[in-house]
T-cell receptor
Framework: EDQVTQSPEALRLQEGESSSLNCSYT??????LFWYRQDPGKGPEFLFT???AGEEKEKERLKATLTKKESFLHITAPKPEDSATYLC?????????????FGAGTRLFVKA | EAQVTQNPRYLITVTGKKLTVTCSQN?????MSWYRQDPGLGLRQIYY???????DKGDVPEGYKVSRKEKRNFPLILESPSPNQTSLYFC????????????FGNGTRLTVT
């Protein structure tokens, strides 16, 4: 069964304490892996797309990487404004077409 | 400003009373989709549309209807809401089905009593 699992469910960091969020997936025919940020009361906001193993993307304090089985979102020297829920989504081949599967998310809390 | 607009933001209703949640995008996107978000379950797709007059079921379509008569609008209809449809709903759009990120609205929190 196609599945996307994010870990940990929640992560508490001190400001400046770097860490990584994990997104592991079991799908056939990966067509893209997406990272989104979701703030309370808002819709998810796009961060990165990764298409193939070995690919990396960076934006400010965030860096996303992709292997054949998982993706990592590395957060370097986080600030309180990085507190949010981070969602991973995988787009893959499906019967008759394609589908997008979302993970349940990692809630990140960064304390000043 | 490019955006996906959902209305209403909050809705409280009673079991069996038909309701519609509207969704409109101003980016000329081909693809539109509805999701529900429940704690611990992530975003689950309800229905999607690849173009005008082309809609299809997602993973959790039971109890919902959609229509796509115009490119910009994709309303979600609950003909007879039940308490298990209490959830946070998101509409999303993208330029194409494959390889494009989704642009989300700000959500509609629905409570069915």
């Amino acid at each position: 069964e196609d599945q996307v699992t994010q870990s940990p469910e929640a992560l508490r960091l001190q400001e400046g304490e770097s860490s990584s969020l994990n997104c592991s997936y079991t799908v056939s025919g990966l067509r893209g892996l997406f990272w989104y940020r979701q703030d309370p009361g808002k819709g998810p906001e796009f961060l990165f797309t990764l298409y193939s193993a070995g690919e990396e993307k960076e934006k400010e304090r965030l860096k996303a990487t992709l292997t054949k089985k998982e993706s990592f979102l590395h957060i370097t020297a986080p600030k309180p404004e990085d507190s949010a829920t981070y969602l991973c989504a995988v787009q893959a081949r499906d019967t008759g077409g394609f589908k997008t599967i979302f993970g349940a998310g990692t809630r990140l809390f960064v304390k000043a | 400003e490019a955006q996906v607009t959902q209305n209403p933001r909050y809705l409280i209703t009673v079991t069996g009373k038909k309701l519609t949640v509207t969704c409109s995008q101003n980016m000329n996107h081909e693809y539109m989709s509805w999701y529900r978000q429940d704690p611990g379950l992530g975003l689950r797709q309800i229905y999607y549309s690849m173009n005008v007059e082309a809609t299809d079921k997602g993973d959790v379509p039971e109890g919902y209807k959609v229509s796509r008569k115009e490119k910009r609008n994709f309303p979600l209809i609950l003909e007879s809401p039940s308490p298990n449809q209490t959830s946070l709903y998101f509409c999303a759009s993208s330029p194409r089905v494959l390889g494009s990120p989704l642009h989300f609205g700000n959500g509609t929190r629905l409570t069915v009593t």
